[in-house]
Structures are given as C-alpha cells and as structure tokens.
C-alpha cells in the first residue's frame, strides 16, 4: 500500500486531512511518500481496514 491507497480508503482531500484523521504528523506522511509506509504501520493499517488496504511485502521499508 502506498499513501494514496491510505488517503483514497479515508476518502480524503489531503494529505494534511488525512494526518488529522490518522493523528499522525504531516511530517511522517510526507516521508511515507516519499520513502514508502513501514511495513509494520502497513500491516497495522491492514488489520485495522479488515483487509480493505493490504500491506506491501515487497516493499523493503524500515
């Protein structure tokens, strides 16, 4: 999954509207743009969606 997937699920406008529903900084959502979601945040947002969002295996992201 990558930001996008995240702000279109939380069918948000923005990145800082999706920050505020996440409650999560900008700063980690600008950085998860540009270097990709953790793995483990992935696979949180995954448990958290039901699995409407799936996690990234491939994606190689501390």
């Given at each position: 999954?990558?930001?996008?997937?995240?702000?279109?699920?939380?069918?948000?406008?923005?990145?800082?509207?999706?920050?505020?529903?996440?409650?999560?900084?900008?700063?980690?959502?600008?950085?998860?743009?540009?270097?990709?979601?953790?793995?483990?945040?992935?696979?949180?947002?995954?448990?958290?969606?039901?699995?409407?969002?799936?996690?990234?295996?491939k994606?190689?992201?501390?």
């Amino acid at each position: 999954m990558n930001v996008n997937d995240l702000k279109s699920f939380y069918n948000c406008k923005t990145y800082r509207e999706m920050s505020k529903i996440l409650n999560i900084s900008d700063v980690a959502i600008w950085k998860w743009n540009k270097n990709g979601i953790p793995l483990k945040r992935q696979a949180l947002f995954q448990i958290q969606t039901n699995g409407a969002l799936k996690a990234d295996l491939k994606q190689n992201v501390a």
